[in-house]
């Protein structure tokens, strides 16, 4: 069976950094979506970034410049590297494991994804 697990979550100050990472097993290696997503408390659950089967990433508006997602192709993970992290940053961070278009496309978007971690809180002060 498909199995996705967040790690890394924590308490950081604000103008940090944090490193999420996102292990991820039970189907084919390089045959789909990976994505990160976060949940804020009282808000509906956002798509914070996703890489598709080609590698091409696809970032939230207020995450570009700070946020990366390297995929380690070789250990078959994916992490979230935050940097200069704020506030409004805290969330529950969740990796999702998705399908692709025909064309290798991933869109950042809930329910493009059917496979996901228990989730690991991301809380920043400031």
């Known amino acids: 069976q498909v199995q996705v697990v967040e790690s890394g979550g924590g308490s950081v100050q604000a103008g940090g950094s944090l490193r999420l990472s996102c292990a991820a097993s039970g189907f084919t290696r390089g045959t789909y979506c990976w994505g990160w997503f976060r949940q804020a408390a009282g808000k509906a659950r956002e798509g914070v970034a996703v890489i598709d089967t080609v590698g091409r990433t696809n970032y939230v508006d207020s995450v570009k410049g700070r946020f990366t997602i390297p995929k380690d192709n070789a250990k078959n993970t994916l992490a979230l590297e935050m940097n200069n992290l704020k506030a409004e940053d805290t969330a529950m961070y969740y990796c999702?494991?998705?399908?692709?278009?025909?064309?290798?496309?991933?869109?950042?978007?809930?329910?493009?994804?059917?496979?996901w971690g228990q989730g690991t809180q991301v809380t920043v002060s400031s």
């Open positions: 999702a494991v998705g399908y692709s278009t025909l064309g290798g496309y991933c869109y950042r978007e809930r329910s493009r994804f059917s496979f």
